[in-house]
């Protein structure tokens, strides 16, 4: 599922008539990954926000990718929708987002490092159980470019919930997680982020 590249240089990135906001389209136009971008107006001692969407290979900031992301399912709440709606707001919907570069594209002997996990979101629940808590991208510097990846799957029945949330990060692995539980791929999408500083958070 998940492919090796080195070299990471095309990007698909378009902006929008709005200032200062950046809007990318999903290949799946129903799964929206939107992070807000703060921006402090110091005349003013205000902060606003706009909205970033993800699309394959977009290169981000490190700063801006720090913040949990919304994740936006559209196909359980519209109206719209073209084709069985019924069949779709019955299932339920998991994802993760992984690292598969850890610690470093050309050594990534600790990915897949798991950076967040919810499960079980459906129409009756849009939250969904998180078992494992948004972290950030944290790549070390002098390592490169490194991928961020979302893999989103649906199933029939809600995934069991034991105990506390997941602590171990390194060395997951989305395909047999996947299979272990009989997830159905749906869709993925990915983004770029590097430390070009060492004091940059």
């Known amino acids: 599922m998940i492919a090796r590249t080195k070299n990471i240089k095309n990007t ?6 709005k200032k200062d906001e950046i ?56 109206k719209y929708r073209i084709g069985n709606d019924d069949e779709w707001r019955k299932r339920y919907y998991s994802w993760v987002m992984i690292d598969p570069d850890a ?9 897949q490092m798991l950076h967040w996990m919810v499960v079980n979101v459906s129409l009756h629940n849009l939250e969904g159980t998180t078992r494992m808590s948004y972290h950030g991208p944290n790549p070390g510097f002098g390592t490169g470019p490194h991928r961020y990846l979302f893999v989103f799957f649906w199933h029939r029945q809600p995934l069991p919930i034991v105990g506390r949330r997941l602590t171990r990060r390194v060395h997951f692995h989305v ?9 159905i791929f749906l869709s993925s999408t990915f983004f770029v982020t590097e430390r070009t500083n060492v004091y940059q958070n």
């Open 103 to 111: 610690p470093s594209p050309d050594h990534p002997f600790s990915g």
């Open 23 to 78: 809007v990318v389209f999903h290949k799946s136009p129903d799964i929206h990954i939107i992070y807000p971008i703060y921006h402090q107006h110091t005349n003013q001692h205000t902060n606003q926000h706009t909205n970033l969407t993800i699309w394959n290979g977009i290169i981000l900031p490190l700063q801006q990718t720090q913040t949990c992301p919304t994740i936006f399912l559209s196909f359980l709440i519209s």
């Open 12 to 17: 698909n990135i378009s902006k929008s008539k």
């Open 175 to 183: 395909d047999q997680w996947a299979r272990h539980h009989s997830l």
